[in-house]
């Protein structure tokens, strides 16, 4: 076990992603459960230009957005590449009396959501860097990101999937009538048109007609290269589990179905609401309902079997990726007719998704997930490693200086 206080951990909150305001709760409510007995804990900021930030300020909700301009509140760093297994963050600009000092940290915790953060852009770098990251490999992140490559994925095993379709933004302007027409002939109506990279329900709406269809489009394409089209599931309930490798097994948490009177959970509804019309979203751990405090039921009861079919499904895709950290998997389920239907998977959730691990059995805290995820992130780092030198004497092509 490590000693008090040993491992340095870099919480990166933010990004240059529509989700920026929801990674930077999820980063905040990180950074006051993890243990400290075993960690330092401090924040990275990637502002929604994608400038990095460091500094005492960014550890309190009530400084964001935080103004870089003001001198000596923030230092804008930057990640030195080559110093394998420390993590290095120099600051781009020196001080008005000289040079401030790097920043090091052990374990980057990212709580990134979306573009550039959770789409294997940032889990790339790091493997790059040759430093331990938690949550789900650069593969990974960057498939379950996409959900139309999440679906080709999850073709070949025993998982429900809804038929879609996906257009591409363009130069060339909207599609025709009649192409959507034809794209579409599957499908039909109502559908449900979404971002096909974006999380946090934003940008998500529903069509009754191909007018419909293109009106929704340019919104979707402001924030996005493709748009993903599905049936709209009718008598709509929805279900999300998490999945995390945990005592050398895989398990799943407790599960929850959201609570929306509306056919159609947007960021609004998911966010911002609640049964006395307060917001969901809060600053810190405080409670044990998270983000969604006030939107959701945990363990509800459910029809005979789903929750095994659930937890099966969540598994065999958490299996296809060779998974890590603790993804949550969404199902979209017509309440009447039983049937159900993987909708995507989360490689990060907001708030971690601790509040389903809190009613999981056996329960898992918040600080111990954090502490598991920290402690997979250095395992799989060390796992992973080449040797200094790692062409093997069968492929060197070039002559090795000898050692004195």
Not at 252 to 260: N, V, Y
Not at 372 to 401: N, T
């Amino acid at each position: 076990m490590a000693r008090r206080n040993e491992t340095r951990v870099a919480v990166f909150l933010g990004g240059r992603s529509p989700e920026h305001d929801v990674s930077v709760i999820t980063g905040l409510q990180a950074l006051k459960a993890i243990d400290q007995e075993r960690f330092v804990a401090f924040p990275v900021y990637v502002d929604p230009r994608g400038a990095w930030f460091v500094g005492d300020a960014l550890a309190e909700r009530r400084n964001y957005l935080p103004d870089p301009r003001n001198p000596g509140e923030l230092t804008e760093v930057s990640l030195a590449l080559g110093e394998p297994g420390r993590g290095v963050l120099l600051p781009k600009r020196s001080g008005f009396f000289g040079r401030r000092t790097a920043t090091e940290f052990d374990v980057a915790l990212l709580a990134l959501h979306g573009l550039g953060g959770e789409d294997g852009q940032m889990q790339g770098l790091f493997e790059t860097a040759n430093l331990p990251y938690t949550g789900t490999r650069t593969l990974a992140s960057a498939v379950f990101m996409d959900k139309a490559a999440t679906k080709r994925l999850l073709r070949g095993l025993d998982i429900p999937l809804l038929p879609y379709a996906v257009i591409t933004r363009t130069t060339g302007g909207l599609p025709s009538a009649d192409s959507l027409k034809a794209l579409l002939s599957g499908i039909g109506f109502p559908c449900i048109v979404k971002p096909v990279h974006l999380g946090s329900s934003i940008g998500v709406g529903k069509a009754d007609s191909i007018d419909e269809v293109r009106a929704l489009l340019p919104m979707i394409f402001r924030l996005d290269t493709q748009a993903l089209i599905e049936p709209l599931v009718p008598n709509l309930v929805e279900y999300n589990l998490a999945v995390a490798r945990l005592g050398g097994s895989i398990r799943t948490s407790a599960i929850e179905r959201p609570k929306c009177g509306e056919e159609l959970l947007d960021f609004r509804q998911k966010y911002l609401s609640g049964a006395d019309g307060k917001s969901g979203v809060k600053g810190d751990s405080g409670g044990s309902q998270g983000m969604l405090s006030l939107t959701r039921d945990i363990n509800p009861d459910l029809p005979a079997g789903l929750a095994t079919d659930l937890r099966r499904w969540a598994t065999l895709a958490f299996e296809a990726v060779d998974g890590a950290g603790a993804p949550r998997v969404d199902f979209y389920c017509n309440e009447v007719t039983g049937e159900t239907w993987l909708n995507e998977v989360n490689p990060c959730p907001g708030s971690f998704a601790y509040f389903l691990w809190e009613a999981a059995d056996p329960p898992i805290g918040f600080t111990a997930l954090l502490s598991h995820l920290i402690d997979e992130a250095v395992a799989r780092h060390r796992e992973c490693q080449l040797p200094d030198d790692p062409v093997p004497p069968e492929a060197r092509l070039l002559r090795r200086p000898s050692l004195p």
